[in-house]
């Protein structure tokens, strides 16, 4: 079948059109469930739970009201630009060149990294399930298994990914349903409001500490922009995807979050003594129903994180490799498109390469989780506060915009809730990342000294007059 024309021609930028255009609104949302993972607080529960003083669906609240201006932002950019790369694409022709450039490498420490801390946590769930099998040898399966499947291009993956999302509902539904029952039967503290509001435990201070923590299970909604180019809709799907998705898998996130936090028999010892095997969420499914629901939710995560969520991770950062180097900023080798397949096949290689150093890495380390996961979240985070920036920047400022909800108060409002989140992120994630920025400086430099200073075409950018325009369209 013949690739649907693009919504809007990439030509106007000086670039071909070289991926497959046969995503539908409908593929789209499905991408972004599976990379979100409806079951993503099952493996986090417990760090979530000490981290908000037992408030867990409070910090998932929280963490869905700061992402959903962070979506309205990216669903104004992907109309604007709607082309891969995300924030890298966004801030480097809402902004400036160079500002990009710093994005994108930033944005490496959530697109790189995520893959191999996928990989690393379904190899250790699977381990509990599996001990005669080591950690590394999972992570050496999973890599393969997606990696496949990413080479035979995005049609085969949007097939997997629909799969994989039914099963992930199925368990869902199962856990949520038994446990209620559970609760009603008098089993856990029985129904109250403390996942949601403690007066004992609350600060604010505590709570967007969690939340920092919790907004892990929120990152891949924005992986839908890195197939603005696999898109055959308009543009617009692209934004209201991204919406949709974070909503939905944000009012699941509270519901299981809640449920769990009242099937914990000893809530002061978990925020006492934290939850260091990753058990806290198998053991409130075994509290309700016994050890077969505990295996079921276990067995879950790891098919869930190591297959299903990894696998569309590794799709999204080749995407970005590709948008960086055909700019030839990486080098440009992996922007090479596989000629029947029509996939970025050497950054997808790249990708598992580097998923793979990784995740056998930290399998080594007691606090490889830990240490991925935090870079991961500083780099997501730290990207977010500039894409708010080219909202402003861009139709504010340069295209004199007059809606001024969705070009300057949601974007400052997103801002705001995100540095105050940055602000009471961990320590170590934040000196970590800094380093990586200055690196990235560093990298910049040398690019601007050889003669290679990043350059972008805006040569397709909205006029003044169709800015305006634009402020009369319904919100995505």
């Known amino acids: 079948m013949a ?8 030509e106007s930028y000086g670039y071909r059109q070289e991926l497959r255009r046969s995503l539908t609104f409908t593929d789209l949302l499905v991408y972004g469930l599976v990379f979100m ?21 409070l910090a998932y609240v929280l963490g869905m009201v700061a992402m959903a201006f962070t979506a309205l932002s990216y669903a104004q950019m992907s109309r604007a630009f709607p082309m891969a790369g995300s924030v890298y694409t966004y801030a480097g022709r809402g902004i400036g060149a160079p500002v990009g450039f710093l994005s994108g490498w930033m944005i490496l420490l959530d697109y790189v990294l995520v893959p191999g801390l996928l990989y690393l946590i379904a190899g250790v769930a699977m381990n509990s399930l599996v001990p005669s099998v080591p950690v590394w040898l999972w992570v050496v399966g999973f890599v393969l298994l997606n990696t496949a499947v990413n080479y035979l291009g995005i049609e085969t993956t949007a097939k997997v990914n ?25 089993k856990g503290r029985g129904f109250d409001f403390t996942p949601l509001y403690d007066g ?7 709570v967007f500490g969690a939340v920092s923590i919790a907004v892990l299970s929120f990152l891949g909604f924005d992986g839908i922009s890195t197939l603005a180019e696999e898109n055959r809709d308009s543009a617009r799907a692209i934004g209201r995807s991204m919406v949709a998705a974070l909503l939905l898998a944000g009012t699941l996130f509270i519901v299981q979050t809640w449920v769990a936090s009242l099937l914990v028999t000893d809530p002061a010892a978990l925020v006492a003594d934290g939850d260091p095997d990753g058990t806290a969420f198998y053991d409130a499914a075994r509290t309700a129903a016994g050890g077969w ?17 990894s696998l569309v991770a590794q799709a999204a950062t080749s995407r970005l490799l590709f948008a960086m180097a055909r700019d030839r900023q990486p080098p440009s080798f992996l922007a090479k498109v596989h000629p029947r397949r029509r996939v970025p096949v050497n950054a997808t290689l790249l990708t598992a390469g580097v998923s793979l150093a990784l995740g ?22 730290t990207t977010f506060l500039v894409l708010h920036v080219a909202v402003v920047v861009h139709y504010l400022v340069r295209n004199r915009s007059r809606d001024y909800w969705r070009h300057l108060a949601a974007p400052v409002l997103g801002f705001a809730i995100l540095a105050y989140v940055v602000v009471n992120a961990n320590i170590a994630a ?22 290679r200073t990043p350059k972008l075409s805006v040569a397709g950018a909205p006029t003044a007059e169709n800015a305006t325009e634009n402020t009369t369209e319904e919100t995505p």
């Not at 004992?200 to 505590?206: A, E, G, M, P, V």
């Not at 629901?293 to 969520?309: P, Q, R, S, Y």
């Open 3 to 10: 690739d649907t024309p693009a919504p809007q021609g990439i």
């Open 37 to 57: 993972v409806p079951i993503a607080p099952f493996g986090i529960f417990g760090s979530v739970f000490q981290g908000s003083g037992g408030m867990v669906a």
């Open 162 to 186: 629909k799969a994989v999302l039914v099963g992930e509902l199925v368990v869902l539904a199962l856990f949520v349903v038994v446990g209620v029952a559970a609760l009603a039967d008098g």
């Open 200 to 206: 004992h435990t609350f600060s604010w201070s505590l």
């Open 293 to 309: 629901l505990a295996t079921l939710t276990a067995a879950a995560t790891a098919v869930a994180w190591g297959f299903a969520n």
């Open 360 to 381: 056998l890495y930290m399998s080594s380390r007691d606090d490889g989780i830990t240490l991925l996961s935090t870079l991961v979240n500083f780099g997501a985070l």
């Open 430 to 451: 934040q000196r970590l990342g800094f380093v990586w920025l200055l690196v990235g400086a560093v990298v910049l430099t040398g690019l601007v000294v050889t003669g």
